[in-house]
């Protein structure tokens, strides 16, 4: 009788949680899934709050796209509530929280997706094409959730279908199973999409947006030659590209007026509620709600390459230690774009860590206890408001180029366009390219780890701070080397020696490049099995 009970309880999880916001529209009398689902606002209302509970809702601390950077050797999350810190410096196991928050996220909003798109006919449109677009974007959503869960813990649970008692008990399926069948299904999902963005709703996805996620998760996956055809597939559509300053992408003055963000959490998928994105990421300055929950550290600082687009170990021109001690010094302009230091000023504030009267004095509680701050998505617009308006990219135009430029490069073919798109990044950002022009003869003789090494760091540094650094370490299978090093903040000279200020020492295990299965889903989920080492 017991198991009955539990598996009875997954199938109303995995098949009607995650509804509440959309039944909150609902009369109160409705006894039928008809009366709460019959008209076309309510399927676009269905992929409204599809997006909003799991991706864009302006509160969601844990998944928000600029928090996610917490995971990485990119930046330090100081509450761990909002579970990246533990993910970072792990020191978690199979009972940590964060596992089943996001399990479940997930696994509830796909149970929700099937019995939605499984009823997608019942609806009254007045235009058929209607329906099919919104079924599509449904379907695109669920094809991002099990992306997503595919590159966190490898076999999961995969169903199409609204569960059952007997689906739900079935084995999880194998990784190469489920992408076998994803790829496919989400392009051909994406060639019946609308070609051009929504006028109002850019969170939906269109033809390309869609190709970009598929895009973004086969160069994940190594299917280069699919990564490098959808991203050529792009570029060519001429439907979007590089906003000439690179900075003002981040802030009101080209947030929503850029033709780079290819698909965006807008205003409209969440409502028009205000964004917290100065809250989470800015300083405390005198009376205003900055947190700093996230904040840049030396090793993300330190991989800003020279305006040269050298490394700061290989400079002809000055020493790393200068660099180090000095991260103005002839550096990538991306990095002034992108972090606040020691010594810039913050509105009317200078900026002194070390000053214990200053409001971004490193040891206060809502400080950066790094000594540096992201920049991006921090408007000082905002800086005594209690929320913004900011829109913020999922996926943008440039990684699109990164993309091609990777995959190309690890077929090792590194054609003209692989190197054009490099060039356009590094145009773009303000480099010297009398040096950083990847077509000079310096560059000829380039091995395949040589400009895999340039593509890495020019991924880094280019989307820092927009949530890619976690599952780009993961992907390289890099994670134990780099989330194996103490977490530090700014450097500076004390008696005579480099001090960098510590934050905290962290761990990286061989087993943890696939997240564990919290007890509590093995206990309701007999089909699932523990990943190795947990």
């Given at each position: 009788m017991m198991k009955k009970l539990i598996y009875a309880s997954l199938v109303c999880t995995v098949a009607l949680s995650g509804c509440e916001k959309f039944l909150d529209k609902t009369d109160p009398t409705a006894t039928k899934f008809s009366e709460f689902f019959n008209t076309e606002e309510d399927l676009r209302r269905v992929v409204y709050s599809s997006m909003l509970d799991v991706y864009s809702g302006p509160g969601l601390t844990a998944k928000l796209p600029y928090m996610e950077d917490g995971k990485s050797d990119n930046a330090y999350s100081r509450t761990e509530s909002h579970h990246h810190q533990l993910i970072a410096n792990g020191n978690f196991n199979s009972n940590t929280q964060a596992f089943l928050y996001y399990y479940e996220l997930h696994m509830k909003h796909l149970g929700r997706l099937n019995v939605f798109i499984a009823n997608v006919d019942v609806p009254y449109v007045e235009d058929e094409a209607v329906r099919a677009k919104y079924k599509g974007v449904l379907e695109a959503i669920r094809c991002w959730h099990y992306f997503w869960l595919v590159s966190r813990w490898g076999n999961v649970p995969y169903y199409l279908e609204p569960a059952d008692l007997g689906s739900a008990t079935q084995p999880a399926k194998s990784k190469e199973e489920i992408l076998n069948d994803l790829f496919p299904m989400a392009e051909n999902i994406a060639n019946n999409l609308p070609p051009d963005e929504y006028t109002s709703d850019a969170y939906m996805f269109n033809r390309y947006s869609l190709k970009a996620l598929i895009m973004r998760y086969a160069l994940y996956f190594e299917r280069y030659d699919v990564a490098a055809r959808l991203a050529e597939e792009i570029m060519t559509s001429q439907k979007y590209e590089l906003h000439p300053k690179y900075g003002d992408l981040f802030q009101y003055k080209a947030d929503k007026t850029n033709k780079e963000f290819i698909l965006t959490m807008d205003m409209a998928s969440?409502?028009?509620?205000?964004?917290?994105?100065?809250?989470?990421?800015?300083?405390?300055?005198?009376?205003?709600?900055?947190?700093?929950?996230?904040?840049?550290?030396?090793?993300?600082?330190?991989?800003?390459?020279?305006?040269?687009?050298?490394?700061?170990?290989?400079?002809?021109?000055?020493?790393?230690?200068?660099?180090?001690?000095?991260?103005?010094?002839?550096?990538?302009?991306?990095?002034?774009?992108?972090?606040?230091?020691?010594?810039?000023?913050?509105?009317?504030?200078?900026?002194?860590?070390?000053?214990?009267?200053?409001?971004?004095?490193?040891?206060?509680?809502?400080?950066?206890?790094?000594?540096?701050?992201?920049?991006?998505?921090?408007?000082?617009?905002?800086?005594?408001?209690?929320?913004?308006?900011?829109?913020?990219?999922?996926?943008?135009?440039?990684?699109?180029?990164?993309?091609?430029?990777?995959?190309?490069?690890?077929?090792?073919?590194?054609?003209?366009?692989?190197?054009?798109?490099?060039?356009?990044?590094?145009?773009?950002?303000?480099?010297?390219?009398?040096?950083?022009?990847?077509?000079?003869?310096?560059?000829?003789?380039?091995?395949?780890?040589?400009?895999?090494?340039?593509?890495?760091?020019?991924?880094?540094?280019?989307?820092?701070?927009?949530?890619?650094?976690?599952?780009?370490?993961?992907?390289?299978?890099?994670?134990?080397?780099?989330?194996?090093?103490?977490?530090?903040?700014?450097?500076?000279?004390?008696?005579?020696?480099?001090?960098?200020?510590?934050?905290?020492?962290?761990?990286?295990?061989?087993?943890?490049?696939?997240?564990?299965?919290?007890?509590?889903?093995?206990?309701?989920?007999?089909?699932?099995?523990?990943?190795?080492?947990?």
């Open positions: 969440h409502n028009n509620t205000a964004t917290n994105s100065f809250q989470h990421l800015a300083p405390q300055y005198r009376t205003g709600n900055g947190q700093s929950f996230v904040v840049p550290l030396k090793s993300l600082i330190d991989a800003y390459w020279t305006m040269q687009g050298d490394p700061i170990d290989a400079s002809p021109l000055h020493t790393k230690e200068a660099y180090e001690l000095n991260p103005k010094l002839n550096r990538d302009p991306r990095l002034a774009a992108s972090i606040y230091m020691h010594e810039d000023m913050f509105g009317t504030e200078p900026i002194n860590i070390y000053d214990p009267n200053n409001p971004m004095y490193y040891e206060r509680p809502r400080a950066s206890s790094s000594g540096y701050w992201f920049r991006k998505f921090v408007d000082q617009a905002d800086a005594f408001r209690s929320g913004g308006n900011m829109h913020f990219p999922y996926i943008r135009y440039a990684e699109v180029l990164l993309t091609y430029a990777e995959a190309k490069i690890m077929q090792n073919q590194v054609d003209a366009l692989a190197k054009k798109c490099i060039n356009d990044i590094r145009r773009r950002a303000g480099l010297d390219m009398n040096f950083a022009d990847v077509t000079l003869p310096k560059y000829a003789a380039y091995t395949q780890q040589q400009w895999t090494d340039l593509i890495r760091n020019e991924r880094r540094i280019e989307l820092a701070g927009e949530g890619r650094r976690y599952d780009d370490i993961i992907r390289w299978r890099i994670a134990g080397q780099v989330l194996n090093q103490p977490a530090l903040g700014h450097t500076r000279i004390v008696n005579g020696e480099k001090v960098s200020l510590k934050i905290e020492d962290r761990a990286f295990r061989p087993n943890n490049y696939l997240w564990p299965f919290h007890e509590n889903s093995l206990k309701v989920e007999p089909g699932l099995r523990q990943n190795e080492g947990y």
